[in-house]
């Protein structure tokens, strides 16, 4: 199965500021998700990011909010855009390797907001 | 409803069976899976079922696939302390097949 690495691993930031994540994968894949956990909560699907093309976004998550890069097949960040304390979660991402073994995901950065 | 629902919590006796229910949303989902959620840890995936199937055994795991109910259950034989997590269905949806995730079981097991 795929190998990402994702980092910043955790980052505490002050209100109004962006925090950038990337995560980097073994091989090439065509799509990449981005996931956000809050505390004590399930994962919620923030975007889908396919190389060549903009993301697509779920109902609630925006561009301007949440930018997201996908450059090459194998690599892809995500912003965290002026930041408040509500924007304190996990975040996380994801391919599917296409090998019917399942989705891998990231280690996650744990952001808190101050 | 729009939710993959699972029940909050259950609690089992160390070597007892843990059953482990979830309700997905998308008759057409073609993959269902469970991941595993230690604390302060990532996600494992546990194990998946194809659409077509309605019943997968992996050693200690068995999963159950009721597609006209859209019932999904997770059944771990002889539980251990060390199987003490948060546990999660999700389904792979749409044309780009992205993963919704259940709402989570929190299993604890007793000694």
């Known amino acids: 199965s795929a190998v990402i690495s994702q980092k910043p691993s955790r980052d505490i930031c002050q209100r109004g500021t962006s925090l950038t994540i990337q995560c980097q994968v073994d091989?090439?894949?065509?799509?990449m998700f981005w996931y956000r956990q809050q505390p004590g909560q399930s994962l919620t699907l923030i975007a889908t990011?396919?190389?060549?093309?903009?993301?697509?976004?779920e109902s609630g998550f925006v561009i301007d909010k949440f930018p997201i890069s996908r450059p090459n097949l194998t690599f892809s960040t995500l912003t965290v855009s002026n930041m408040s304390p509500e924007d304190s979660s996990i975040y996380l991402c994801?391919?599917?390797?296409?090998?019917?073994?399942?989705?891998?995901f990231g280690s996650g950065t744990r952001l808190t907001v101050v | 409803g729009e939710d993959v629902e699972q029940s909050l919590f259950l609690s089992v006796r160390e070597g007892d069976s843990s059953v482990i229910n979830c309700t997905y949303t998308d008759s057409s989902s073609t993959y269902l899976y469970w991941y595993k959620q230690e604390p302060g840890a990532g996600l494992q995936l546990l194990t998946y079922i194809f659409s077509n199937m309605d019943m997968k055994q992996d050693q200690r795991l068995t999963v159950l696939l009721n597609k006209k109910d859209k019932h999904l259950s997770l059944r771990i034989a002889d539980t251990q302390t060390g199987d003490s997590a948060i546990y999660f269905c999700a389904e792979a949806k749409g044309a780009t097949n992205k993963l919704i995730f259940g709402t989570g079981t929190l299993l604890a097991v007793q000694p």
């Open positions: 091989s090439q894949v065509t799509m």
């Open positions: 990011a396919n190389q060549g093309s903009e993301a697509t976004y």
């Open positions: 994801s391919v599917d390797p296409g090998t019917g073994t399942g989705y891998t």
